[in-house]
């Protein structure tokens, strides 16, 4: 499998000046202070993946990002995406990536969004039927012909945010950076965001997200990284999240044939919720079939329903569980 | 082969940018109309400041009212490139300190270039045109003759001149990497411009000196004026000018290069 990104143990400091309480003249000698903003994080992206980048405010996601895409150096470790050193050979690697931050635009603002377009046609050395083509293209996705002759500053946030995208994906990149792309996006427009990150993974290209939004990462991601105070904390995929997360089992049953069989499968549960002739366990999805199994030996059956948990609920739980430690 | 596409993207932005400014100037017709009047209102005040120096105070060394009128030509000439193309040189060090240098650092065209072309304003050169003719047409007459090698030096002179200023405020914009906000450049360059408004003839030697072989404000206006109403030779002024424009290069480049290792964009 080609690997698109390849970080081995990057850390990055901030140098900040921070201003003293206590008085106006202390308050004229602020201090100096070193915040580590990423902790000897490693990471490994393969050609076709799209992963998630989740954590709190301040865990060191968009730095992560502005090293991956060369804006920054690292203070330690090495970077190596598509075969490049993102800062060092930034003006030949950045060709090959798109980088959407969703809180920075880069559109002339007093003139069409199309005009925009033209510029970056020109940036990234694209004929006319290229462009065209790919317009039409992020066009099923993002809907931006119909305000295309619009200049930005009568668009709407959302508008402007989708067209901001478009000018990130004109080039068709191989590697794409979204740094909270969904800001000021409808729920539809999230959607045909989540649709175009699955269409690129089915053109083997890759694709990172950060985002607090855990829907689009569902939607769209196959794998999630999690953040936390600058360190790593989770790298996995969400398939294999889901295979860890506990499954809900609910029995509606009319008696019971092996009371104390039964009393003890309850026990062994994660947890249960019993209400007459009605239960709802959690169990591990390892036990699942052995309990099944037990479950109806033990008792009448009327109706039994595994209930998976939501990709979205899945991430959640599994976030929560980690930091909880 | 690399370099070259490089270089001919770069022309290309530079190209698309000026288009897109004249798109720009079609939206806002009437300021673009209003700029013509104020500029012919600002060159008539300097206009007549000069007619009273030379009616009341005297002559001033070297220059007569026809040559005058040609060096107010060449400053308004030297600010109208200034404004029209490097306008955000000066206001560089924001982008450095507000994190926006991002948006530009992840395109694959000089990330200065492209700041550049977005911030294009030929309205400036457009609107000082009438009064840059008027003035060099006046000074003709005035002077009895114009040296013609002299003029196309002097606006090449000009021209570079503005592009050195350019340079001088990057380098200082830059220092924004280690030191954070760097709004006295602002104030620096501001203060050198307004030192295009007089000959540097009128200054003291060291001065002169300084404004010469150090900063490109003698090139703005007086070397370019001095060349066109004399027969001057030429080779000194581009010889100079060229060390100048070589030795501002070098420094900006290395300045830029070290600084963006110091780079550290903004939180979130």
Known sequence: MVIDIRACNIS??????????????????????????????????????A???????????????????????????????????????????????????????????????????????????????QFEANLDLLDVFFEVRPFLMQPVRKLSFGQRVRGDLVASL????????????????????????????????????????????????????????????????????????????????????????APSKFEAILANALSVEREDHHIKLLVAQNDLDKVIQALTSACQVLRLEIKSPSIKNVIHDFITQTRLG | MRIFLYIWRTISVFWVGIRLNVARMALFQTSTLLGFISNAVHVGFFVLFWDIIFN????????????????????????????????????????????????????????????????????YIIRVLPSVLFLFAYGWALNQGLNFIGLITG????????????????????????????????????????????????????????????FPIGYAATEPALLTVSNNSIFPSVLAMSGMLVGWLALSELTWRKGLGQYESYGG
Not at chain 1, 12 to 37: D, H, M, N, V, W
Not at chain 1, 57 to 65: C, E, F, I, Q, R
């Open chain 2, 56 to 123: 009341n105070i005297g002559t001033v060394p070297g220059w007569s009212f026809g040559g005058i009128l040609i060096y107010l030509g060449f400053s308004e000439l030297f600010f109208a490139i200034t404004s029209a193309f490097f306008g955000a040189a000066t206001r560089f060090h924001a982008l450095i300190t507000n994190g926006r240098l991002d948006v530009y650092l992840i395109r694959p065209v000089d990330p200065r270039a492209l700041v550049f072309a977005m911030t294009f304003r030929i309205e």
């Open chain 1, 12 to 49: 990055r400091t901030y140098k900040i000046k921070e201003q003293r309480s206590g008085g106006f003249f202390r308050g004229l000698r602020p201090r100096s202070k070193t915040i580590q903003a990423l902790k000897n994080v490693s990471m490994t992206v393969y050609r076709g993946e």
């Open chain 1, 170 to 257: 004109l080039h068709s990149p191989q590697l794409l950076f979204l740094d909270e792309p969904n800001i000021g996006l409808d729920i539809l427009s999230s959607e045909s965001l989540a649709k175009y990150v699955r269409y690129r993974r089915s053109q083997g290209k890759t694709t990172l997200i950060v985002t607090h939004d855990i829907e689009l990462i569902a939607q769209s991601c196959d794998r999630l990284i999690l953040l936390d105070d600058g360190k790593k904390l989770i790298d996995q995929s969400l398939s294999a999240m889901k295979l860890e997360v506990p499954r809900v089992i609910e029995l509606i049953y009319s008696q019971v044939r």
């Open chain 1, 51 to 129: 992963v998630g980048i989740v954590g709190l405010n301040g865990s060191g996601k968009s730095t992560l990002v502005k090293l991956l895409t060369g804006i920054i150096k690292p203070d330690q470790g090495t970077i190596n995406c598509l075969g490049y050193d993102p800062f060092r050979q930034r003006s030949r690697y950045v060709t090959n990536i798109g980088v959407s931050f969703g809180q920075k635009t880069l559109l002339y603002s007093d003139l069409p969004l199309r005009w925009s377009l033209e510029l970056y046609r020109v940036v990234y050395g694209l004929n006319r039927d």
């Open chain 2, 155 to 214: 606006i090449i002179l000009a021209s570079l001149a503005a592009l050195v200023l350019a340079l001088l405020q990057l380098t200082g914009s830059y220092l924004g990497f280690w030191i954070g906000s760097m709004k006295a450049v602002e104030e620096f360059t501001q203060a050198l411009i307004v030192l295009t408004q007089y000959p540097t003839t009128i200054m003291g030697p060291w001065l002169r000196a300084i404004l010469t072989f150090v």
